[in-house]
């Protein structure tokens, strides 16, 4: 069993249990048994290498929705970028009722040569991808907070998201859009 949690932890012990009472498959004899567990993780090590950078910069698209980048924390199972996204009136306006609460973020990572590392909710095939967790929720009216986790084999460092602030600028709605869902 894998478990990814989507905020930092902010403790010193983490306990693991379970309780197990079978094993086996449906379709099989099972057997009963106690194979319950429990220890302590203790984090202070990990907890330690954390390392929070605040991030400076937004950008409103020509359909509305201003991207504002928020933080990149490096922990030691990965990189989490959180990120705020944020409809004008105009934009609320296309989006009736509770709509833009199911909004979906797509982008992608490149190198400064242009070589993509890494997509998120991407509309292609083939992508890379070493995303762990994700998670968004409603911070206002129109706006949203978003958190992505990413394996640490993504590279994400100040250079990089300078460039994408950079980029930020120069996308439109077909490079970081805004997908309504039904």
Known sequence: ???????????????????IGTLGQSNETLIKGN????????MKEANKQNNIEELAG?????????????????????????????????AMVR?????????????????T????????????????DSLMTSDHKVVGN?????????????RINHTALSWMHTRLQKWTEARFHLDHLS
């Open 1 to 19: 069993m894998v478990d990814f949690f989507s905020e930092p932890l902010k403790t010193d012990k983490i306990t693991i249990e379970g309780s």
């Open 35 to 42: 194979w319950n567990f429990s220890f302590d993780i203790d």
């Open 58 to 90: 937004s950008y409103t698209t020509p359909h509305g929705m201003t991207v504002t980048l928020k933080r990149l924390t490096r922990m030691v199972q990965g990189v989490r970028f959180e990120l705020e996204t944020e409809l004008d009136g105009a």
């Open 95 to 111: 989006s009736p009722g509770n709509l833009w609460e199911k909004e979906m973020l797509s982008f992608h990572f490149e190198t």
């Open 113 to 128: 040569g242009g070589e993509e590392i890494h997509s998120v909710n991407p509309r292609k095939w083939n992508y890379m």
């Open 142 to 154: 129109g706006k949203m907070r978003w958190s992505y986790t990413f394996k640490y084999r993504l």
